[in-house]
Nanobody
Framework: QKQLVESGGGWVQPGGSMRLSCVAS????????MGWFRQAPGKEREAVSC?????????NYGDAVKGRFTISRDNARNTVYLQMNSMKVDDTGVYYC???????????????????WGPGTQVTVSS
């Protein structure tokens, strides 16, 4: 059974850092482009970042997080990470790990009908 599980969420003050992890079970991440999405209460779901099957083939970021967030993957550990720095109150939301995205420079196209989603982890940025 394919499963993605996010971890590392919690509370952080503005300006702080946090790293999210996403571990896959039941399948190998090596063959999939991976992404992170988020959704804040009352707001639409937002594409955060994605990484291609081959990390050297590139990563992409939503405008709101460029220069602050970094996505990476460790295929040996079947894990994808999202390092979040200089966090803002607007970064608050549920963060979802997604497998089998279309990773390009058009965030609105990242999600695909074949994508698999994790249950999400809550991130709260407040003072």
């Amino acid at each position: 059974q394919k499963q993605l599980v996010e971890s590392g969420g919690g509370w952080v003050q503005p300006g702080g850092s946090m790293r999210l992890s996403c571990v896959a079970s039941g399948f190998t991440l090596d063959y999939y482009a991976m992404g992170w999405f988020r959704q804040a209460p009352g707001k639409e779901r937002e594409a955060v970042s994605c990484i291609n099957i081959n990390s050297r083939a590139g990563t992409n970021y939503g405008d709101a997080v460029k220069g602050r967030f970094t996505i990476s993957r460790d295929n040996a550990r079947n894990t994808v990470y999202l390092q979040m720095n200089s966090m803002k109150v607007d970064d608050t939301g549920v963060y979802y790990c997604v497998a089998n995205v279309e990773c390009n420079d058009h965030p609105y196209s990242w999600n695909t009908p074949a994508a698999s989603w994790g249950p999400g982890t809550q991130v709260t940025v407040s003072s």
